[in-house]
């Protein structure tokens, strides 16, 4: 027990009290069978059921379940990042603790690390039981950071991956605010390859990422590597700065050619309420940006933990 672990599994959790103990249940299975020293980190991310309680005596069972409980909700990425914080293992295993992630995967994730692979990415290479909106909606995405970032974020796959203790420590020490931690994963570089898996089911509750969040997830990880809207608000700027230019030449022409295609305020009304539009959409992008980096100077912590269980002295 009081071995140095070689795997670290690090799970966030929110609300899951129904499925918690049959996810310990398969992972210590799919563990205990590689015949390795392991730990189960647990990041409680501010739940309102019984999921604290139900960590704890998982616990108690089993020491090496090691709970981090939040102050309050974080969210799942400063989850994951303080999982990683707390994980001791040499290789460290990201998953979601609803299934749909199978335990069952983490053999292939270290058969590819043991070869040499620093960084193991699960591929999804079938998503059951999630809609149709919602597999075009994560393979737009996937493909729309793919083009405008300046990382290549591999197709189809999460949070689910496989990392060496070198890349942990990288990515310990990158704290930005507003996290997409499979980009800042690749960002890092070393050795990366994946393996293919089916994306389960999940087995009870409800999903933790409805549109709202998935939205503002979208945001995090385009604006964390691309400058593209902030470059598309100058190039649409310029683009209308010369379709004036050119309407107001027209406009001279056809006035002193006796037309009166262009009398009255119609035009002058659309023309202004456009260019407003233009500009709101503009100011708009450039203070998502400025909302950034007023998050990072205040400087404040990216989690308070309320408790860790099971970390010993110095945790």
Not at 16 to 27: D, G, K, Q
């Amino acid at each position: 027990m009081g071995n140095h672990p070689t795997i670290s599994v690090v799970a966030p959790v929110f609300n899951e009290e129904a499925i918690l103990p049959e996810f310990y249940r398969r992972t210590s299975a799919a563990l205990d069978a590689l015949g390795e020293p392991w730990e189960l980190v647990l990041v409680n991310d501010g739940s309102r059921d019984r999921t604290p309680q139900i960590m704890r005596e998982l616990h108690a069972a089993d020491p090496r379940v090691k709970v981090v409980d939040f102050a309050r909700n974080f969210g799942h990425q400063v989850a994951i990042t303080a999982g990683a914080d707390y994980a001791t293992g040499d290789a460290v295993v990201v998953m979601d603790a609803d299934l749909q992630d199978p335990p069952e995967v983490i053999p292939d994730l270290l058969a590819r690390w043991r070869e040499g692979y620093e960084v193991v990415y699960a591929v999804r290479a079938e998503r059951k039981g999630e809609t149709w909106f919602k597999e075009f909606t994560a393979k737009a995405f996937y493909r729309i950071v793919y083009r405008i970032t300046d990382i290549d974020i591999p197709m189809d796959t999460g949070d689910f991956r496989l990392m060496d203790r070198k890349v942990v420590d990288a990515l310990k020490a990158m704290r930005e605010k507003h996290r997409f931690m499979r980009g800042l994963s690749v960002w890092v570089g070393f050795r990366q390859t994946g393996v293919k898996y089916v994306r389960a089911e999940r087995l009870a509750g409800e999903t933790k990422y409805p549109l709202k969040k998935m939205l503002k997830f979208a945001l995090d990880g385009i604006t964390s590597f691309s400058y593209l809207p902030l470059q598309l608000a100058t190039y649409v700027g310029f683009t209308i700065a010369g379709l004036a230019v050119l309407g107001i030449i027209a406009t001279i022409i056809l006035r002193l050619s006796g037309s009166e295609a262009f009398y009255g305020q119609a035009t002058t009304l659309v023309s202004v309420l456009f260019l407003g539009g233009v500009q709101l959409i503009s100011l708009g992008i450039i203070g998502e940006y400025l909302g950034r980096i007023y998050d990072e100077v205040k400087g404040r912590p990216l989690y308070i933990v309320r408790e860790a269980v099971g970390f010993g002295e110095g945790a």
